[in-house]
């Protein structure tokens, strides 16, 4: 009987080495930490901020158009970061002819900005002063364009 006790043994002293191993195993895994292998491609292309890759301080081509832009006889385009404060939005006030200003809500879409005013969906787009139709800003260049020909304003 005394024979076989070592073997009977074995079974329960393999157990224990295997649980020490695992936990070993584990502890060398837990210390282990991935590493990172960074290129440096200068010319590789830019990301696409407006595929969705929009960080904090990604900026849209139509946040360029901040400010007041001016048209013939008063008229006006005042294009400012909505109150929200989300990105690619706009709070707009238009004096687009001598009887009427209004409040407009405007998002960018692209290279423009769309709104909606007398249930007409319209879109501000960068043009140059014979787009928009006035003698008075024939020649600019740094132009917003809402109608050709019709209606229009400049820096």
Excluded at 28 to 43: G, K, M, Y
Aim: contains cysteine.
């Amino acid at each position: 009987m005394r024979a076989l006790s070592p073997l009977l043994l074995l079974p329960v002293l393999l157990a224990g080495c295997a649980k020490s191993a695992d936990n070993e195993a584990v502890a060398n895994n837990a210390t282990n930490v991935a590493s990172v292998e960074t290129f440096d491609e200068s010319d590789a292309a830019p990301i696409d901020n407006q595929a969705g890759n929009q960080g904090a301080d990604a900026r849209l081509p139509t946040d360029d158009w901040v400010g007041k832009w001016t048209g013939p006889e008063g008229l006006f385009l005042d294009i400012q970061p909505s109150p929200d404060g989300k990105p690619g939005h706009y709070a707009l006030t238009n004096k687009d002819n001598l009887d009427r200003q209004g409040d407009y809500p405007g998002v960018a879409e692209g290279t423009t900005i769309r709104f909606v005013r007398d249930g007409k969906d319209l879109a501000i787009r960068p043009g140059n002063g014979d787009e928009t139709g006035f003698k008075y800003l024939a020649g600019k260049t740094d132009c917003l364009i809402v109608v050709k020909g019709q209606e229009g304003y400049c820096r």
